[in-house]
């Protein structure tokens, strides 16, 4: 499943998924203590309900989470929950290569994934992604960049 890939599958609650989760825009510490109690077997836990795909280069310096679920907000597809990489490789090719992967398990399903551009340090939002082919299809009503990838098959192109 793997052959040639930067990533290794892992699995939701792996401590070094949790690691690089914590230093993601996204992480939250809830105030009842719970990812430091030490006793819930949960406390690394930080994909969330739904078909889920963990992903992590060998050295543990990126993260890539694919999340399949009904979202609130309407969208279709398999998300991209959470994309951190602090390692060396281009992210734009890590998406690619995760790209591949989330075809493999859910062929011809959208792909999309929600930017905060007031939390990101780039100037221009999402811009991996957008190196990667993804395309700005809109934003949430909070606010967030929508950024999508159609597969090819499911395109009048």
Not at 54 to 71: N, S
Not at 94 to 103: F, G, K, M, N
Request: contains cysteine; charged residues 25%; aromatic residues 12%.
């Amino acid at each position: 499943m793997f052959p040639d890939m930067t990533w290794l599958p892992a699995r939701d609650c792996d401590p070094r998924a949790y690691a690089l989760f914590t230093r993601h825009y996204t992480y939250h510490n809830y105030a009842d203590g719970r990812r430091r109690d030490p006793s819930n077997p949960t406390r690394f836990s930080f994909v969330g309900p739904g078909e889920k795909m963990v992903l992590l280069t060998a050295d543990c310096r990126a993260l890539f989470v694919w999340r399949r679920f009904i979202d609130d907000s309407g969208q279709q597809g398999v998300n991209c929950a959470v994309f951190r990489n602090e390692g060396d490789v281009l992210s734009s090719r890590l998406i690619l290569e995760a790209e591949q992967l989330a075809r493999g398990r859910w062929p011809g399903e959208r792909l999309y994934t929600y930017v905060n551009s007031a939390r990101v340090a780039s100037c221009n939002p999402g811009y991996c992604f957008k190196m990667a082919g993804w395309r700005p299809c809109g934003t949430t009503k909070s606010g967030l960049l929508i950024l999508e990838k159609i597969h090819p098959e499911n395109t009048d192109d």
